[in-house]
């Protein structure tokens, strides 16, 4: 009997607090939730905390708080120019009316950013369009991050989520420009590295050419101070002999053409033809051997 | 997360990672969410359950029900007792509502499951990382554009802490990863009006300034209670691919200098030898001046001497040198005497090269050839 009763008290409890539990529900601090019965929205609840719904029956549907984000990538843009870029996009969003959010996407999140990228990208394109790739990004960048979100305002109201803003990440070149921008960078610095060079080597032969110059003037200043001292040596010489000479100039003669002959008719492969009535063969005939008077 | 249930995944139809419903945030994210706690009671559920029917077969019904409160307790006990890290606040939820105030670090009690706990690492610095080589990311997100059309490769870090909890966890979703977007997206705006060369160089401490100043205020107009410590551009470099055109600008460096020094080398060596040779030649000049003027005295002082004796006995030594002369000079040559008158009517036959040497000199300055004269 007790087993028995004991057994029963222990189900109610159970079905209690089965019952309570489907009657409670916890709305996170994160969240706001609505209460759904058979698919129609009862009432929403903004306030995190433990609340209280009609069991087994109602719907709990949870809807974040916070700021979400999604980021779209490679979105093709065309600026005024006609150049084509690849504009990387965040889009800062939050769930500002929880009822028509679950109203027109069904509380969908992936449903709602289909539908607002379709007109993202169609701001993307027509704020990139108006500009030049300069201006898009550089200074008009906060700009066009600005416009961008205005335009997207009024269709994300209409899906109950309030754009934060949307941020432009990243503005990359096409891979095939991108080449191209990698051979100019290439071509920048090669010019760069062959004006170094250029540079070194007119440096070089400056330095060089100057030394050439500083070398020749030094031998020829050398060789003029050289002749000059040779010229004095030479001058002094002159003076030197004529000092001497001038004490008799004849006996000078005759002095010196016997040092020319000597040095001159040096060697014995010198043949002479001689008449014996040359002063050398004055006492070669008999008849002057004794001096006449 | 109930979203799953009703929506079919998250929005990430990219596959890109988490979504910010659908799963616990990541890394220092909260330990425990209100689907855990749904999950255990469930649990709890279960093994109730389980446990009435083997009640039922006739045991001590005492020693069932202090089962049963011991096994309540025990599961109490042990979800409820929590420990914070130290480099970690805990916030405390009843029934999902955050009571205000930190729990510090230690080891706590909840009344749990009407009271929840999450931790967040708001003593801890976090590091951010963008661009590393290693990442596995796609190229393009080092790869930014400059003002000047150029690209720089980039790599840099953020060091941020959480200094609100409460704003951390409540207004933000996927908080690690809004601030790396934040990040890249901030980095791109400022290196996007800052030249090329700038950002390579000089530019890097105004970049970094630029870029922390955006971020932060950014993250402050999402509520987001991160403060950054800083950011620091750790790599800002020519791409890759034109990596040796930027180094072949240093090679070009080096080879400048390595001309000049040639130069200068060559300029010294030069200089050296030409001085060198401008002192031998002015060496032997003076060595040729002093030469021939002690010639030239030596020589004229002889000449003096042998005129104060000529003069002495002019006609004798006049004599004697011209025959000394005469006779070194006829002594070591050869001689040919022709009688005048000989063989007249003849012409001599004097066969001068049979006579050794072509050489034939007549002193004198008479024409001694034979018999043509006179």
Do not use: C
Request: aromatic fraction near 8%.
């Amino acid at each position: 009997m007790k087993t028995w009763l004991s057994s029963l008290v222990l189900t109610l409890v159970a079905v209690m607090v089965i019952g309570a539990y489907s009657a409670t529900f916890i709305v996170d601090q994160r969240e706001k939730a609505l209460v759904v019965r058979f698919g129609k929205i009862q009432r929403d609840v903004d306030e995190p905390g433990l609340h209280f719904k009609m069991p087994f029956i109602d719907q709990v549907v949870r809807i974040d708080k916070r700021l979400l984000f999604f980021e779209s990538k490679d979105k093709s843009v065309q600026v005024v120019d006609g150049r084509r870029y690849l504009v990387d996009t965040i889009t800062m969003l939050r769930i500002a009316d929880a009822r028509r959010f679950r109203e027109t996407v069904e509380a969908n999140l992936s449903l709602a950013r289909r539908r607002l990228e379709t007109r993202l990208e169609a701001a993307l394109r027509a704020n990139y369009g108006k500009r030049t790739f300069d201006a898009a990004l550089s200074e008009e960048r906060e700009q066009m991050m600005r416009e961008i979100g205005d335009e997207l305002r009024p269709s994300a109201r209409k899906i109950g989520i309030e754009i934060v803003d949307v941020r432009i990440r990243r503005t990359d070149l096409l891979p095939d420009v991108l080449q191209s921008t990698y051979d100019r960078m290439s071509a920048e610095r090669l010019a760069e590295a062959e004006q170094i060079r250029a540079v070194g080597t007119k440096q070089s032969l400056t330095i060089k050419a100057q030394a050439d110059r500083k070398a020749v003037i030094l031998e020829s200043e050398a060789n003029r101070d050289g002749q000059i001292a040779r010229g004095d040596g030479d001058a002094k010489r002159s003076s030197i002999f004529a000092d001497a000479y001038n004490k008799s100039p004849e006996f000078f003669a005759f002095m010196r053409s016997l040092q020319a002959y000597r040095k001159a008719l040096k060697g014995d492969d010198t043949t002479f033809v001689l008449r014996p009535d040359s002063e050398f063969f004055n006492y070669f005939g008999s008849s002057s051997v004794i001096p006449q008077k | 997360m109930p979203w799953n249930s009703q929506g079919g995944g998250g929005w990430q139809s990219g596959g890109d990672g988490g979504g910010p419903w659908g799963r616990p945030p990541r890394g220092g994210g909260p330990k425990s969410t209100p689907s855990d706690l749904e999950q255990l009671l469930k649990k709890g559920q279960d093994r109730l359950k389980n446990f009435i029917p083997g009640g039922n077969s006739r045991g001590g019904s005492a020693g069932i029900w202090t089962a049963i409160v011991g096994v309540i307790f025990a599961i109490l006990a042990w979800n409820g007792f929590y420990r914070v890290q130290p480099d970690s606040v805990g916030i405390e939820f009843l029934f999902g509502k955050a009571e205000p105030g930190e729990v510090q670090p230690g080891l706590h009690y909840v009344f749990w499951p009407v009271e929840t706990v999450e931790t967040v690492p708001a003593l801890r610095q976090n590091e951010t990382r963008i661009g590393t080589i290693t990442s596995g990311q796609q190229d393009n997100e080092r790869l930014m554009l400059t003002s000047d059309q150029n690209i720089v490769d980039m790599e840099f870090t953020v060091l941020w802490r959480i200094t609100n909890p409460h704003d951390y966890l409540f207004n933000i979703s996927e908080q690690e990863k809004l601030v790396r977007v934040i990040a890249e997206s901030a980095m791109r705006e400022v290196v996007g009006r800052t030249k090329g060369e700038v950002v390579r160089t000089t530019g890097r401490g105004d970049v970094q300034d630029a870029v922390k100043q955006l971020i932060q205020t950014t993250l402050d107009n999402y509520g987001a209670g991160i403060q950054l410590a800083s950011v620091n551009v750790e790599r800002a470099d020519p791409p890759e691919s034109v990596a040796d055109a930027f180094e072949e600008v240093q090679r070009a460096k080096q080879d400048q200098a390595k001309f000049i020094e040639q130069a200068k080398k060559y300029a010294n060596h030069r200089l050296g030898e030409a001085g060198g040779k401008a002192a031998q030649i002015r060496e032997q000049a003076e060595a040729y001046k002093g030469r021939v003027i002690a010639e030239a005295q030596g020589a004229s002082q002889r000449f003096l001497k042998v005129y104060e004796q000529y003069k002495k006995a002019e006609n004798v030594t006049r004599k004697r040198l011209f025959l000394e002369t005469m006779e070194d000079v006829f002594g070591q040559s050869k001689k040919v005497v022709i009688e005048e008158g000989a063989g007249s009517g003849v012409v001599p036959y004097l066969p001068l090269n049979a006579l050794k040497g072509g050489q034939v000199s007549s002193p004198g300055g008479k024409v001694s050839n034979g018999s043509a004269s006179k």
